[in-house]
Structures are given as C-alpha cells and as structure tokens.
C-alpha cells in the first residue's frame, strides 16, 4: 500500500552516452517506468573490438528484463536488485562460453530502483559506475568503487582528486563478465525520498572528470534534469583530456529539486 496521506512526487529522468575520443562507445544506458515505479540502469563495458559494447548493452538488457518480471509480481526487495546482477553476470559469461580465444568480455552495472507506493529508492552495483544522492544541494556517493584505486583512498593513500588522475583509475577488482563469482553491493535498506532528491548514475568517464563541488555547481544553476546533465557535460567537455573516455550519466530528479536548490542557496 501507499505511505499513508502522501502522494507521489513527480519524476524526472533524463540520459546521456557519448562516446567522446574514443572509437566506440562502450556504455550502455536504460531508464524507463512500470505501474510499480522507474528505474534506471548504467553500464561500461570492456573487451576487444567490439565487446564492450555489446557486454555493456547486454547486462543491462539482462537486469531490465528480470526487474520487469520481477516487479509485475511484487514489490521490489533490495536483495532482489543484487540477485538481477548475479543473474546477468551468469547471462554474460553464457554469452562469452563459445568464444575460446577471444578476449573476455566485462562490464560494471549500476542500477536504481525507485518505488511508487513505498516512494523509496533502493540501488545495487558492481564496478566503478557510480551512484550519487543528492539533498538539497548536496552530493552523497552511495555506492563504494570496486577498484584498486578505490582502496588506495580507504587506505588514504590517495585523495579524490588525486584518484580521478592516478594511472591505475581504471583497474577494477570486481566486474561482470568475470570467472569469479560476484557479489554485488546492495543498500541494506531503502531510502526514503523527500522532495528535492537528486540520484546520478555514471560511468567513470564522466566521474572521472567532473568533481564532487562541480556537481553539485551545475545542479544550482539548472531547473531541469535535462538541463542539469547538459551543464555537467559543458563541464566536462570544456576540461576532458584526449583521449576522453566514453562518458554516459543518468539524472533521476524527484519533485522539484530546482526551487529546494535554490532556496537553500538563497
């Protein structure tokens, strides 16, 4: 059922994938909504010619199509978001079985779920894509990189600008696609959503290049998700160094967070 005296903020979802330098693009994008709820799905594949593109697009088709099936029957668990990149993760390597000789194909999955009735988010993933939150203006990363840099900052060894340029940025130590078993990072429990909640999926080509503070700059000066990922990417463009990488973003925008940015910036 419903929460109780609350009717459901509106939605906005809006998507970007660029291939920027490179000679193809390699992520993958999915957004879409269900009598239950939206969601959204990110992926940045690799592999050799054109397998990361077609492992990219492949684990998202995978996870969409399961959380379909899985939403028309009930309502969406966060364990049930991890199962979906288990589940294409095993559609992946069935996928790369017959290939013998062929360089392996893998991709990271960043998926959110945003609930209708509960008017609650949940999300899971697996790589480097990422999950942002932001309230009332202010950036939260939800979801942890799996990757070799990711720890170098745990272990503080590393700050985040220094992360987005250190030569080792890319090396992940978990992906779909690969011969290891995976486990994916759920939420434990929902979020709740108030008005004025902002979620970003992206690739690391685009967190790669815009910082926390230039996020949440071009989140203040946009009145819409189109227009806010349109801002980011002047950004990035403007700063990329070449070879830029593929860089792909989906912007979720829950009630009105242009007027909650503003009057918090007034």
Do not use: K
Not at 31 to 40: D, S, V
Not at 227 to 238: K, P, V
């Amino acid at each position: 059922a419903q929460r109780r005296g609350m009717t459901m903020l509106p939605i906005q979802i809006a998507s970007r994938s660029e291939v920027g330098g490179r000679s193809r693009n390699e992520d993958h994008v999915l957004h879409g909504e269900l009598p239950g709820g939206w969601y959204a799905l990110l992926a940045d594949g690799a592999g050799g010619h054109s397998d990361g593109a077609l492992a990219s697009e492949l684990v998202v088709r995978a996870a969409a199509h399961e959380l379909r099936e899985r939403a028309a029957q009930s309502a969406l668990q966060p364990d049930a978001l991890g199962a979906m990149i288990r589940n294409a993760h095993a559609a992946l390597n069935e996928r790369q079985r017959g290939a013998r000789g062929r360089q392996r194909m893998h991709a990271t999955l960043v998926l959110l779920w945003i609930d209708r009735a509960q008017q609650h988010a949940m999300w899971s993933h697996a790589g480097d894509s990422r999950l942002y939150r932001l309230r009332r203006g202010r950036i939260a990363q939800v979801t942890h990189d799996d990757s070799v840099v990711q720890g170098m900052v745990d272990a503080g060894l590393l700050d985040a600008a220094q992360a987005r340029i250190h030569p080792q940025r890319n090396q992940l130590l978990a992906a779909l696609g690969s011969d290891e078993p995976i486990e994916p990072h759920c939420c434990d429990t929902a979020l709740e959503l108030q008005d004025g909640d902002v979620f970003l999926l992206c690739s690391d080509g685009w967190h790669d290049t815009l910082a926390h503070a230039d996020i949440e700059a071009s989140l203040a000066e946009s009145r819409s998700a189109d227009a806010w990922l349109d801002a980011m990417q002047r950004l990035l463009l403007a700063r990329a160094q070449a070879p830029q990488d593929n860089f792909s973003a989906i912007a979720v925008w829950v009630g009105d967070p242009a007027e909650v940015t503003h009057i918090r910036a007034i």
